[in-house]
């Protein structure tokens, strides 16, 4: 794991910048750093140290004679089958870093090798006889690759805030990029806050060209996924095949040359993994958890209840930060380079930070409910297309008699207002309903620009191909929101957070239920199989009964739902009055002041809002405040 930059043009990039980015970027590679410079190009790489700690492993890398050169940020899971197939055809090499691949599969297969690639990665190569520049991202996007295009030169990096250093690139904010965020509260690639500045789609691969009169870009998509519903799978079937693959995928992840351990939550997800590596490992595991002041939230008593169970080595530290300030608070979100309104990326930047005075590399159960069904939406869906079938006034009577029962508990809050709204709709509106915090004419009188730039609703739109049979609208809907919670919600923001938080801290995150082949399977499941009732995973809740306590199995979803207010002081809110509403903030230029005001002057003054719960309003004002910040910076 490690932090990735470079260009290639007809503009000089002067010694002062090169060094800027190194040194903005040390945090993603503290173990070394490497500047490979060209007559029109450059490759700068900070190294965290992971797989062969010697020189051979140093980067930028090059091919034997040194007209291909690499640098590159993941974890390639394959190399070993890579390398041997390379040896056969007569490349030599110096180490065993898996980097070492890399140029001589670009000497095999030119831009076609990335499909040949199982991990997670991004990726630069620049073949100095051609003068071309390649870029490529991972199927799932776990690693982030921005770049900056212009006439005369592109540039790149790991990180925006790095990339930003590089002289000629326009930083003007993105208006369709914050109408996008001010709906889904993270910015859709590939678009990003700046108009100079764009987020590589996962699965792709952007091609640059430079000759005299400047550069040609030309992207490629080497893998999309696809639905096959297979309808006659079983549970026993599908939980055996699950089982399997779980394990497969954890076992080529186990490959480290420095400490590994797993984040143990407790939960499912966490929890298989912790099984499938205690049993893929000569010793324990090391497992780590956070125990957190709040009782409600805290998740020791399970997360060592699982420990104790597989037999790992278990350590639970105490979260004991003081609460952060405003300028705390406002630095990190601008340091994100683009806005997210999650208070869960302070909660994976404070976890990173206390494992990693053990571990350099954690195991993460990141993708779980995306793949498998883990989301409330998932049971949802099952009422919503039933029931927005009815005549209008069943209807009617449907969405009143759900009233008492969300008041309950028993269904979602808002069930009996979506009803009503999404009577007659399409499948994307509904899953638009879904996945979307802020939706319709809400959206309208929030984003100044929302007449003038493309709908939200675009992004929600289907783009992956289903295979096979004719399927039940439920199935359809099933699969359509397993689609969007991966290409768009987990690329774009899950994992996003994740890396940003992880690689603050110099850790390396793995996520091994983002392998594909369990993403393939995962995605050929009918719905029956992703829910049961209101308990979603079920196929992995099958796979759990096998390895972990009932208690687990049986235990319901929490996920990393640390509000805001537990990380920030007494004076957080005041400042949210003094500094977003100040005549200085640049938010009046993209968001509606008489929309928004009157939440930050509620929150500021401990007051709420009417009809809005109080997590709700504290997710609209981490949204601005987030917003704000990266304006400012």
């Known amino acids: 794991m490690c932090g990735l930059a470079g260009w290639l043009g007809h503009t000089r990039v002067s010694d002062d910048v090169v060094a800027a980015v190194a040194a903005g970027m040390r945090h993603r590679g503290p173990d070394g750093m490497g500047v490979k410079r060209f007559e029109n190009a450059g490759l700068i790489h900070t190294r965290l140290a992971v797989i062969d700690l010697s020189e051979h492993g140093a980067q930028p890398l090059a091919n034997e004679d040194g007209t291909i050169w690499v640098a590159f940020n993941g974890e390639l899971y394959n190399h070993h089958e890579l390398r ?16 070492e691949v890399l140029p001589h599969l670009y ?85 990003t806050l700046f108009r100079g500045i764009a987020s590589l789609e996962p699965g792709c691969s952007l091609v640059v060209r430079r000759d005299r009169s400047g550069v040609t870009l030309s992207q490629h998509e080497f893998h999309r996924w696809s639905y096959a519903i297979d309808e006659d799978l079983t549970l026993d079937a599908a939980a055996e095949q699950a089982d399997a693959l779980i394990s497969q995928a954890v076992r080529r992840q ?15 997800d966490s929890s298989l993994l912790a099984a499938a590596a205690q049993e893929g490992l000569d010793g324990n595991l090391l497992s780590y958890n956070v125990r957190i002041a709040d009782a409600e939230l805290d998740e020791t008593a399970a997360a060592t209840a699982v420990a104790e169970h597989l037999g790992l080595e278990h350590t639970t530290v105490a979260l004991t930060e003081q609460p952060a300030d405003w300028d705390a608070v406002s630095g990190f979100l601008g340091d994100l380079g683009q806005p997210i309104a999650d208070p ?47 005549p209008t006034a069943a209807l009617t009577a449907a969405g009143a008699g759900l009233r008492p029962l969300a008041a309950a508990g028993v269904v979602g809050g808002t069930m009996p207002s979506q009803l009503q709204e999404l009577r007659g709709a399409d499948d994307t509106t509904i899953i638009q309903s879904l996945y979307a915090t802020i939706n319709g004419a809400d959206h309208v009188a929030l984003a100044r620009d929302a007449d003038s730039v493309e709908s939200p609703r675009r992004l929600f739109e289907r783009i992956w191909e289903r295979t096979g049979p004719r399927v039940s609208r439920l199935d359809r809907l099933s699969s359509h929101a397993t689609e969007v919670g991966i290409r768009l919600q987990q690329a774009s923001w899950l994992l996003f957070k994740s890396d940003m938080g ?34 979603g995973k079920r196929v992995l809740r099958e796979v759990a009964s096998r390895h972990l306590p009932p208690a687990i199995v049986s235990r319901p979803k929490q996920g990393f739902a640390v509000p805001l207010e537990h990380w920030v002081d007494d004076g957080f809110r005041r400042a949210v009055g003094e500094v ?24 500021s003054e401990s007051r709420q809002v009417e009809g809005m719960p109080s997590r709700a309003l504290s997710h609209r004002v981490l949204m601005l405040v987030a917003l704000d910040a990266c304006l400012r910076n």
Do not use: C
């Open 580 to 603: 977003v509403l100040d005549a200085g903030s640049p938010l009046p230029e993209y968001v509606e002041p008489a929309t928004y005001q009157p939440w930050l002057t509620a929150y």
């Open 344 to 390: 869960a990326v302070f909660a994976v930047a404070a976890v990173s930070r206390a494992m990693r005075e053990h571990v350099t590399v954690a195991l993460s159960g990141d993708g779980g409910d995306e793949l498998f069904g883990g989301y409330r939406m998932y049971w949802k869906l099952g009422a919503i297309s039933r029931l927005v079938r009815l």
């Open 254 to 268: 186990l490959e480290s040359d420095v400490p590994i351990g797993a984040m143990l939550s407790g939960g499912i």
């Open 107 to 191: 000497e095999e297969y030119g831009a076609e090798m990335f499909e040949r690639l199982r991990g997670m990665f991004a990726i630069a190569i620049f073949d100095a006889q051609t003068d071309t520049l390649v870029l490529a991202r991972d199927r799932f996007g776990i690693k982030p690759l921005f770049y900056a295009p212009g006439p005369h030169d592109v540039a790149f990096g790991s990180e925006i805030p790095t990339l930003k250093l590089f002289p000629g690139i326009d930083l003007t904010p993105d208006r369709q990029a914050i109408s996008d965020y001010l709906s889904v509260m993270y910015v859709p690639a590939p678009l």
């Open 502 to 535: 992880s690689m603050r801290e110099s850790l390396e995150l793995r996520v091994p239920l983002l392998d594909e082949d369990l993403a393939d399977f995962a995605l050929s499941l009918p719905h029956r199989l992703r829910v049961e009732r209101r308990a």
């Open 84 to 99: 041997n197939d390379l040896r056969r055809r007569g490349h030599r090499f110096r180490g065993s870093a898996d980097t």
